[in-house]
C-alpha cells in the first residue's frame, strides 16, 4: 500500500511539473504577443507578475531576458543591456544549464539587432544545444532559427538561409504558436521571392504563393485581436505582393480588394498605422499598373505625405515610397518632380545612414562599456584570487624547496651511478657493434665467392653445350655420309632406328643441360604458346635457341629443309609472333 501511495505522488509531482512548463510556457507566448503587437505595458505587467516577482531564479532569468525585449521596443539600449547583465547574473548565481541558455537566447536578440556576427553565432550555438534537448523549448528554438535566418539575409549570406527558414517553421509548427508559424511562413514567402528574383523560375513564385496563402489559416486562430490584427494586416500586403509578382494584369482587381481590407484594419486600429503608407504605395502601384495614371499619384503622394509625417517608420519604406514616386514622374516625362523627389530619397538614405551609425555607435558604445565594465570586476576578482593564492604559493614553494634540496641530493648520487652502467653498457655495446661489423664482412665475402663459383659453374655448363652440339653436329655428318656409302643395304632399317636413338638421346643430354643453365627457358615457351607444344615442337625450339639454322636442324632431324622452314612457320604461329617477328630472335630472348 506504502508503494502504492509513493506511486500516486509521484505521478502527481511530474503533472505538476508538466503543467508548471506548459503554464510558464504559455505566460511567455502571452508575453511574445503583447510584445508582437506593441502592447508594451501589458507585457511589462505580465514580466513582472509573472517572472521577475517569483521567488524561483530560473523564473527571475526568463524575466529579466524578457524585459530586455520590452526595453528593447522602448528603444533604451542602456535598460536593455542592464537587463541582460541582471540575467545572466542571476543565471550563474543559479548554475542551471537552462537558465545559461535562456541568457545566451536573450544575448542572440541583442547582438543581431548589433549585427555582432560572431557573438551571435557563439550564443545562438550555445543556447540551441541546450534547448535542443527538451521538446518543450520549440517555442524558443523558433525564435532562435529566425534570428539567424535573418543575420544571414542582413549579411547576404545565402548558404543554408533556406535550412534555417525550414527549421523555423518546423519549431514553430511543434510549438504551436500561431504567430510564430504565421511569421515563419512569411518569411519563407518571403525568401522564395528572392530566389524568384534570381533565377526567375517560376517554381519559387509557386513555393511563395503557397506560403503566404497557408498562412492565413494560422493568422485567423490567433486569440489576441490585436496581434490578429496586426498579423492579418501582414498576410493582406503579403498576398496582394505575390499576387502582382504572379500576374499583374490578370489579377489586379484581386491584389487591389486584398490591398484595401489592409488598409481598413490599418487605419481602424491606432497600433497599425505605420502600415497604411506603405498600403497606400501598393494601391498606388496597382492602379499604375491598370494606366490609372491619376488614382495612381494620388495613392503615391498620400504614402509620401504620411511617410513624412511618421518618424518611427522604417526608412527602408519611406525611401522606397519616396524613390517610387520619383520613378512614376519620370516614367510619365514630369522630369522636374521625379528630379526633385529622387533628390529627397537621396537625402532620406544620407539622413538614415547616419541615423543608423548614431544608433549603432550608440548601442556599441554602451555594449563595449558594459563590456569593459566586467571585464574590470572579474580583473579585481581574479586579482584577489591571485593574492590568495599567492599566499599559499610562498608557503608551497618554501616547503617544495626543501624537499627538492633533498630529492637533488638523491638524483645526483643515482645519476653516478647510472653513468657507470651506462658506461659500462656502451662499452658492451661497442664490442658487440665490432663483432657484427666482423660477422657481415665476413658473410659478404662467402656471398661473394658463392657468386664468383656459380658464375664459373655457368661457364663451364655452357660450354658443356657447345661442345655437345658441335659432337651433335660431326655425328650427324659421319651418319649421313655413312647412309650415302650403305645405299640399299640390308641393314639400313637397323641403323636408321640406332641413329634415331642416338638423336633421342643427344637430344635428352642437350635438353637436360639447357634445363640446367636456364631452367625457365622450357616454363616460358609454354608460358607464351597459344597452344600446346609437341615434343618435335620443343624440339625446333631447342635447336633454334642453341642457334642453330635450318640446313643443321635438317641434318639433325633427318627433315626436308621446306619442312624445317613449315615446321618453324607453326612454331611461330603457335607462339603467337606477326609475319614480320623473328622467330630466332624470339626465341634467344625468353631467358634475358
Not at 534570428?147 to 525550414?166: G, P, Q, S, T, V
Not at 661457364?459 to 645405299?487: A, P, Y
Request: proline fraction near 1%; hydrophobic fraction near 35%.
Amino acid at each position: 500500500m506504502n508503494y502504492f501511495v509513493k506511486f500516486l505522488i509521484l505521478i502527481y509531482v511530474a503533472l505538476g511539473i508538466g503543467n508548471c512548463f506548459a503554464q510558464k510556457n504559455k505566460e511567455q507566448e502571452q508575453i511574445f504577443s503583447y510584445l508582437y503587437s506593441q502592447q508594451g505595458e501589458k507585457a511589462k505587467n505580465l514580466i513582472y507578475s509573472k517572472f521577475l516577482n517569483s521567488p524561483s531564479s530560473s523564473d527571475q532569468v526568463i524575466g529579466y531576458v524578457y524585459l530586455a525585449e520590452y526595453y528593447s521596443l522602448m528603444d533604451d539600449e542602456k535598460k536593455k543591456r542592464e537587463a541582460l547583465e541582471l540575467a545572466k547574473k542571476t543565471a550563474k548565481e543559479s548554475g542551471k544549464p537552462i537558465d545559461l541558455a535562456y541568457v545566451d537566447f536573450g544575448y542572440s536578440n541583442y547582438y543581431l539587432k548589433l549585427n555582432k556576427n560572431d557573438l551571435f553565432i557563439k550564443v545562438f550555438n550555445s543556447s540551441v544545444k541546450k534547448f535542443e534537448k527538451s521538446p518543450e523549448n520549440s517555442f524558443i528554438l523558433a525564435q532562435l532559427y529566425s534570428n539567424m535566418a535573418k543575420i544571414k539575409a542582413k549579411n547576404m549570406l545565402e548558404k543554408d538561409l533556406e535550412k534555417d527558414h525550414f527549421k523555423t517553421k518546423q519549431y514553430a509548427l511543434q510549438s504551436g504558436n500561431q504567430i510564430l508559424i504565421a511569421a515563419s511562413m512569411n518569411n519563407l514567402g518571403y525568401f522564395y521571392i528572392g530566389k524568384y528574383n534570381l533565377t526567375e523560375n517560376r517554381k519559387f513564385l509557386d513555393s511563395a504563393y503557397s506560403n503566404f496563402k497557408k498562412s492565413y489559416d494560422y493568422v485567423s486562430l490567433i486569440k489576441d485581436v490585436i496581434s490578429r490584427n496586426k498579423a492579418l494586416t501582414i498576410y493582406y500586403i503579403n498576398f496582394a505582393s505575390i499576387l502582382r509578382e504572379m500576374d499583374a494584369s490578370s489579377r489586379q482587381k484581386e491584389q487591389l480588394e486584398y490591398s484595401l481590407k489592409a488598409l481598413n484594419l490599418a487605419t481602424k486600429y491606432k497600433n497599425l498605422s505605420s502600415f497604411v503608407p506603405a498600403i497606400y504605395n501598393t494601391i498606388g502601384n496597382i492602379y499604375k499598373d491598370r494606366h490609372e495614371l491619376h488614382a495612381a499619384e494620388t495613392y503615391f503622394i498620400k504614402a509620401h505625405e504620411l511617410a513624412k509625417k511618421d518618424d518611427k517608420l522604417f526608412a527602408a519604406v519611406r525611401i522606397q515610397i519616396t524613390n517610387n514616386l520619383s520613378v512614376f514622374y519620370e516614367d510619365n516625362k514630369n522630369f522636374e518632380k521625379a528630379l526633385y523627389y529622387q533628390k529627397e530619397a537621396a537625402d532620406l538614405i544620407k539622413k538614415e545612414g547616419q541615423k543608423q551609425f548614431d544608433n549603432n555607435t550608440k548601442s556599441l558604445e554602451i555594449f563595449y562599456d558594459t563590456e569593459q565594465k566586467n571585464m574590470q570586476i572579474k580583473e579585481l576578482a581574479e586579482r584577489e584570487k591571485s593574492y590568495a593564492w599567492q599566499r599559499i604559493l610562498y608557503v608551497g614553494i618554501i616547503i617544495l624547496s626543501c624537499f627538492l634540496i633533498v630529492v637533488l641530493i638523491f638524483v645526483l648520487n643515482y645519476r653516478q651511478k647510472i653513468n657507470r652502467q651506462k658506461n659500462s653498457l656502451l662499452e658492451a655495446e661497442k664490442k658487440q657493434t665490432e663483432l657484427v661489423l666482423q660477422i657481415e664482412k665476413e658473410e659478404k665475402a662467402h656471398l661473394e665467392a658463392e657468386q664468383e663459383l656459380m658464375k664459373l659453374k655457368q661457364e663451364q655448363l655452357q660450354k658443356q653445350m657447345l661442345v655437345t652440339s658441335i659432337q651433335l653436329n660431326r655425328k650427324n655428318d659421319f651418319l649421313k655420309e655413312l647412309k650415302d656409302k650403305l645405299g640399299n643395304d640390308p641393314v639400313h632399317l637397323e641403323k636408321a632406328l640406332k641413329e634415331e636413338q642416338l638423336t633421342d638421346s643427344e637430344f635428352l643430354e642437350i635438353q637436360n643441360l639447357i634445363m640446367e643453365v636456364h631452367p625457365n627457358f622450357y616454363n616460358r615457351i609454354n608460358e607464351v604458346s597459344k597452344s600446346k607444344l609437341t615434343n618435335l615442337d620443343l624440339k625446333y625450339a631447342t635447336y633454334i635457341y642453341l642457334n642453330l639454322d635450318n640446313l643443321q636442324i635438317s641434318n639433325i632431324l633427318k627433315a626436308d629443309p621446306n619442312t624445317v622452314r613449315i615446321t618453324k612457320y607453326r612454331l611461330k604461329q603457335k607462339l603467337g609472333l606477326k609475319k614480320e617477328d623473328d622467330l630466332h630472335q624470339f626465341i634467344q630472348n625468353l631467358t634475358k
